[in-house]
């Protein structure tokens, strides 16, 4: 996969969940390929086992990596309490923000699971972009990027269709409904 998008300029990869081989696995074959990502970590799960620690964050900003928030537990972000929203979003973001000495404005929904509650939620936390698993084609200047999740049993064919730059008149349609009908569920 990482092959197939080195030299692309409309391809962006992004790490969920501050997983240890993030860093241990990913990071070096990023580098190797002279490629970026943005990583999204779970700022209340920094240092745990198998997830990345203080310097894991600091090597990946320091490779030129971009660092996001995924949250503060992995929570479904549809089905918690204002308290709950605050960490998840707003202590999680200051947390990353303190650590990296940048801001960190960015987020990645957990499960993508999201409607128009948590999308207002984000915005009130001064989120400046919202990556979701809506899969498909994202629009560069668009506030939601949608975001095609990869398996370690998807093939190059699966790669070419996800990486083919004109998606049927169909698909398109059929996606962009469904990204609509998941912002005003509530």
């Known amino acids: 996969m990482l092959d197939a998008v080195a030299g692309r300029s409309d391809a962006h990869l992004t790490f969920d969940d501050g997983n240890a081989s993030d860093v241990?696995?990913?990071?070096?074959?990023l580098l190797e390929r002279g490629l970026t990502a943005e990583f999204f970590l779970l700022a209340g799960e920094l240092g745990a086992p198998g997830r990345v620690d203080q310097a894991g964050v600091q090597e990946l900003q320091g490779a030129g990596m971009?660092?996001?928030s995924h949250g503060w537990s992995h929570r479904d972000w549809r089905?918690?309490?204002d308290m709950q929203a605050r960490e998840e979003m707003e202590v999680a973001l200051r947390t990353l923000t303190a650590l990296t000495g940048s801001p960190v404005v960015r987020?990645?929904?957990p499960f993508g699971s999201y409607d128009r509650h948590v999308l207002r939620r984000l915005r009130?936390?001064?989120v400046s972009r919202v990556y979701t698993s809506d899969g498909g084609r994202a629009r560069p200047d668009a506030w939601i990027q949608?975001?095609?999740s990869l398996r370690h049993d998807m093939d190059a064919a699966w790669t070419a269709r996800v990486?083919?730059?004109d998606p049927s008149l169909i698909r398109q349609a059929r996606d962009n409904t469904a990204r609509a009908?998941?912002?005003w569920r509530g």
């Open 24 to 29: 241990e696995i990913a990071l070096p074959r």
């Open 66 to 68: 971009t660092i996001g």
């Open 79 to 81: 089905r918690i309490d």
């Open 107 to 109: 987020v990645a929904i």
């Open 124 to 126: 009130n936390a001064g």
């Open 146 to 148: 949608a975001r095609t």
């Open 163 to 165: 990486l083919d730059p």
């Open 181 to 183: 009908a998941k912002r």
